[in-house]
C-alpha cells in the first residue's frame, strides 16, 4: 500500500513539475511574441495620443493638401463638409499616427537626402492641443521601411512602410460610396419614371402564392385564411400583365445601388440636368422621394431632392431606369 502511495506522489509531483514547465513555456512564447510583434512596428516612439484626443488631421500627397477634421467620432473634409467619407480610411490614418514607433534612429548622412527633399507624404497631427509634422521620405530598399523625419528633430527614422501608405490617398480616394436616396429595394412600393418614352408606374402588391392545395379547394375558408402571399410588381395601368422579373429588379437594383463619386456644389446644367435622362418618384412606407438622373461627357450622374451635390453612378443603372413598359412584358 505505501509503495503505491509512493508512486501517486511521485506521479503527482511531475505533473505538477510539468504543468509548471508547460506554463513558463507558454510564457515564454507570448513575451517573444509580443517583442517581436514591437519590434516589427518599432520601439522609438514618435507619436502618442488617444483617439478621442485627436482634432485634425492634414497631409499633402501628390500635390493635394487634404484636411480632416475629427469631432466626438465623426469625420469632415474642412474645405468641404457635405463631401462624404470613407470613415473606415479615415480611421486607419489616425489610428496609424495615434501610436508612431521608430525602429531605428540615423545621423543623416552628408549628401544623402532619404527622399525628405520632396516627401512622398508630409502629415500634420493635431491631438488634445498638441500638433506634430512628419515628413515620409522613400522606403528603404533592403528592410522595405520608409524614412521619416520629425519637425523640430534633426534625426532620421525609420518606420514601417504601412505607417504612410494609408495616407497615399486623393480626395476622390476618401469618398465613402453611399445610397444618397437611402433606397433599399425591398422597402419600395411604387416607383414612376418619366422618360422621353413616357411614364412607366410600377406598383408593389401583395398576391397569394399558388399552391397545388390551394387550386384544388380555392373556395375554402380555412385554405384562404391559410394561403402564403408575395410581393409582386404589377404595371399600374395593365396590372393583369406579365412582366419579366429580371428586369423588374433591375429597375429595383439601380435605384438601390451606391454612388462611385460626389460633386458637391455642382453646377447641374453641366451634367445634363437641364434635360434629364429619367426622373424618379420612389415610395416607400417613409415618403416619396425624387430622383434625376442625366449624363455628360464625363459619365452618368444622379441628384436627390433637396441634395445639391452631384453624385457618379454607372452606366448600366441608367440604362435599367430606361425600360419601357413594352419592354418588361413577357407576352
Known amino acids: 500500500m505505501k509503495t503505491k502511495q509512493r508512486t501517486l506522489a511521485v506521479l503527482l509531483l511531475l505533473a505538477l513539475l ?93 549628401g544623402e537626402d532619404y527622399g525628405l527633399t520632396d516627401p512622398a507624404v508630409t502629415v500634420t497631427v493635431t491631438a488634445n492641443g498638441q500638433t506634430s509634422t512628419f515628413a515620409f521620405g522613400t522606403e528603404n530598399p533592403v528592410t522595405g521601411d520608409m524614412y521619416v523625419q520629425k519637425e523640430g528633430d534633426d534625426a532620421i527614422y525609420t518606420v514601417s512602410g504601412n505607417k504612410a501608405a494609408c495616407f497615399e490617398l486623393t480626395k476622390a480616394d476618401l469618398f465613402g460610396a453611399f445610397n444618397p436616396a437611402g433606397l433599399t429595394a425591398s422597402a419600395l412600393e411604387s416607383v414612376s419614371i418619366t422618360t422621353n418614352s413616357g411614364i412607366l408606374s410600377l406598383n408593389a402588391v401583395s398576391e397569394p402564392v399558388e399552391t397545388e392545395s390551394s387550386s384544388e379547394d380555392a373556395s375554402s375558408e380555412s385554405s384562404a385564411d391559410s394561403a402564403e402571399y408575395q410581393t409582386v410588381w404589377r404595371l399600374a395601368d395593365e396590372p393583369d400583365a406579365a412582366l419579366d422579373e429580371t428586369k423588374v429588379q433591375s429597375i429595383l437594383s439601380a435605384l438601390s445601388s451606391y454612388v462611385s463619386a460626389q460633386v458637391t456644389d455642382a453646377d447641374p446644367s453641366a451634367y445634363g440636368f437641364d434635360a434629364p435622362l429619367a426622373t424618379v418618384q420612389a415610395a416607400t412606407a417613409d415618403g416619396t422621394v425624387t430622383l434625376r438622373y442625366a449624363s455628360n461627357a464625363d459619365g452618368c450622374w444622379l441628384m436627390t431632392e433637396g441634395d445639391s451635390s452631384v453624385y457618379a453612378v454607372d452606366l448600366s443603372t441608367v440604362q435599367a431606369l430606361l425600360t419601357t413598359a413594352d419592354q418588361l412584358k413577357t407576352e
Open 18 to 110: 510539468l504543468g509548471g514547465l508547460l506554463w513558463l513555456v507558454t510564457r515564454s512564447n507570448a513575451a517573444e511574441e509580443a517583442a517581436s510583434s514591437a519590434a516589427a512596428e518599432g520601439t522609438i516612439p514618435l507619436s502618442n495620443f488617444a483617439i478621442g484626443d485627436l482634432e485634425q488631421l492634414q497631409y499633402i500627397y501628390g500635390g493635394e493638401t487634404i484636411t480632416l477634421n475629427y469631432d466626438s467620432g465623426s469625420w469632415t473634409l474642412a474645405d468641404d463638409p457635405d463631401y462624404h467619407l470613407d470613415a473606415s480610411a479615415c480611421n486607419t490614418m489616425a489610428t496609424a499616427l495615434a501610436s508612431l514607433n521608430a525602429k531605428r534612429q540615423l545621423t543623416a548622412e552628408t
